[in-house]
Every structure is written in C-alpha cells, then in structure tokens.
C-alpha cells in the first residue's frame, strides 16, 4: 500500500497534489465539528461491504471505524461483490434498497486521465453509479479530450481535480500493489501495469 492523495495514480504523468492539499488526513475532530455544522442527525450511513474478493474484504470494516471515529454511523451490510454489483444499480434511497457508499479498485492503467477514468463521468443518469451530475467536470473532460498539448491537457487534469474537491464524484484512499510471483524456469516476464504474456520463455 502507498498514500497517494491524488485522484490520478501517483508516479502518472497527470498526477497532482493541486486543490488536495490539507485535505485526506483523517482529521476526525475536525469531521466531527463539520457534522455537527451540517446538522448530521445520526441517520446510518449504509457502507455496502464486499465478502468474497481478497482485495476488497478488508477495506469495508476499516472504512467503517474510521467513517465512525469522524462522527458517522454505520451500518455496514456485507454480502458477496455480484449481490453489490446488482444493489449498486439501484437509485432507490438506503431505506428502500439503496445505499451511500462501497469500496472498489481499479487499475491504474485504467485511470490515467480525466477521460478514462469511469468514475469521474459527471453526466447525471448517465454517469457510473452514484449519478453525479456536474456541468464543470464534464467540460472540462471534454476539453481534455480534445486538447493534443501534454502542458495543456496536464493544467486541464488539474483543473478538473481542484473541481473534484468541490464536488467529488468519489473518494481516493491511496495505491496498493499485488505482488506476482513466477516460477524459476519461468524468464522474459515484463514489468508492466497489467500481466501480459508475450516475450515469456520457459527454461
């Protein structure tokens, strides 16, 4: 695991601390009195906790004691990824089948830029579940898109960051790395974001 506060994987080339800064310190006296500010009534915050795939399984019970340290209540309900996969997809409110957060990851070759990153898709019923509807974010992926200078389109994914602190369409909590192990025999593996398979000799 790596702290990267930073909504672009760290060590990328879109990667910034801009508009990040003060913020992702777990300051819980601090989220306590921003509750109490926003007249937080107590209502459970219902925290969809995935069972079944190592990855994930220890992140829901540590996302509950710290959202609790900082002043929330939590009702985590656990139940294997394809029953939150089909409960993610519901627009219904927590009461009725629905939910306020779960946890997930993704790969960073995935995530690189505003663009690709799925979940910075602020286009309402057409965004990644959740529903973020923010006409800032969206212009300004549609300028990245459509920008061909790397300084440019890098002061684009800073912009669209800063614009992520202000209305966050989620919520990055750092980089981990699964280590890969290969057999003696095994050579020619390459080093890159995802396995691949080319260039592999077997002694």
Not at 36 to 44: L, Q, V
Not at 93 to 113: C, E, R
Request: hydrophobic share 40%; with cysteine.
């Amino acid at each position: 695991y790596k702290v990267c506060k930073a909504f672009f994987p760290c060590g990328s080339p879109m990667s910034t601390p801009k508009g990040l800064e003060g913020l992702l310190e777990s300051n819980f006296e601090k989220s306590r009195a921003l509750l109490k500010d926003a007249s937080y009534d107590g209502t459970p915050i219902v925290l969809m906790h995935s069972t079944d795939l190592a990855v994930l399984t220890n992140l829901g019970p540590v996302a509950k004691s710290l959202l609790e340290k900082g002043g929330f209540k939590v009702d985590m309900v656990s139940m294997d990824w394809q029953t939150l996969v089909a409960r993610r997809a519901k627009k219904e409110p927590p009461a009725a089948g629905g939910w306020h957060a779960f946890l997930t990851s993704w790969v960073a070759a995935d995530i690189l830029n505003p663009v690709m990153m799925g979940f910075m898709n602020a286009s309402c019923d057409k965004a990644m579940f959740g529903w973020p509807c923010d006409k800032e974010i969206e212009s300004l992926r549609d300028q990245f898109a459509r920008e061909t200078n790397p300084a440019r389109q890098k002061a684009i994914a800073e912009a669209v960051q800063v614009r992520e602190t202000q209305y966050p369409t989620h919520i990055p909590l750092g980089q981990w790395y699964l280590p890969s192990p290969t057999r003696k025999s095994v050579d020619g593996i390459i080093q890159a974001p995802v396995p691949v398979f080319w260039n592999v000799t077997k002694k």
